[in-house]
């Protein structure tokens, strides 16, 4: 019964380049967020999918953030044209439709 | 805008004693309440929640306490553990919990101290 899992675990980018975040959600569970942490801060919302839609992206940034959960697959989070200030956190959670949320590990996402 | 605040970064308390970590929020669309647990290097797990229409729910050793009027809410863990030593975080969601986005507090860094 695995839980969210995310990968990579830890991802270095140089400025400019993309990052690709995956999570795959836990068995059974058709809703995916997506929070980010940056340091000494809480998590921040970023985006909401549920296969193939996407719910709420009020807090993604407007450029070179964006996010899809298919209808096969891992959940994505794709940041293109890193910069320092991408640095972060990246958390994925999973739910059911009405239950809590579940979160994976993270990936830590260094931009040199 | 910070809609749900945890004003204390840090919190010692000696083993066995109760620890209280507070929460205020102030949006008052916010209806569902939750705690979570966060060790380094890992993701938040989930502790405890409560809906607005309580005031008090409990589970084994932790006590969350709502007062709606005042905007606040409080974790109690009693008695601590040093397994207890972690930063927690207070979540809040609308009345659509469990089809909407988390709102999170920045945590509270507890130490449990032996």
């Known amino acids: 019964n695995a839980g969210v899992m995310q990968n990579p675990r830890h991802l270095v980018r140089r400025r400019g380049q993309e990052a690709r975040l995956r999570c795959s959600p836990m068995?059974?569970?058709?809703?995916v967020y997506w929070y980010r942490q940056l340091p000494e801060e809480g998590l921040k919302f970023m985006v909401y999918?549920?296969?193939?839609?996407?719910?709420?992206e009020s807090g993604m940034p407007k450029e070179r953030f964006s996010a899809e959960f298919p209808k096969e697959g891992p959940s994505i989070l794709r940041i293109q044209q890193v910069v320092r200030g991408d640095s972060a956190a990246y958390f994925c959670?999973?739910?059911?439709?009405?239950?809590?949320?579940?979160f994976g590990p993270g990936t830590r996402l260094t931009v040199t | 805008d910070q809609q749900v605040k945890q004003n204390s970064p840090s919190l010692s308390v000696q083993e066995g004693r109760i620890s209280i970590l507070n929460c205020d929020y102030t949006n008052s669309m916010f209806d569902y309440f939750l705690w979570y647990k966060k060790y380094p290097a890992e993701g938040p797990t989930f502790l405890i929640s409560?809906?607005?229409?309580?005031d008090k729910n409990e589970d084994g050793r932790f006590t969350v306490f709502l007062n709606k009027s005042a905007k606040h809410l409080s974790l109690h863990i009693v008695p601590s553990q040093p397994g207890d030593s972690a930063v927690y975080f207070c979540?809040?969601?609308?009345?659509?919990?469990?089809?909407?986005?988390?709102?999170f507090g920045t945590g509270t860094r507890l130490t449990i101290i032996p």
């Open positions: 068995k059974g569970h058709s809703h």
């Open positions: 409560i809906s607005s229409i309580k």
């Open positions: 979540a809040a969601s609308g009345p659509n919990f469990g089809n909407e986005k988390l709102t």
């Open positions: 959670a999973s739910s059911r439709l009405g239950e809590q949320q579940y």
């Open positions: 999918l549920q296969k193939e839609n996407i719910i709420d």
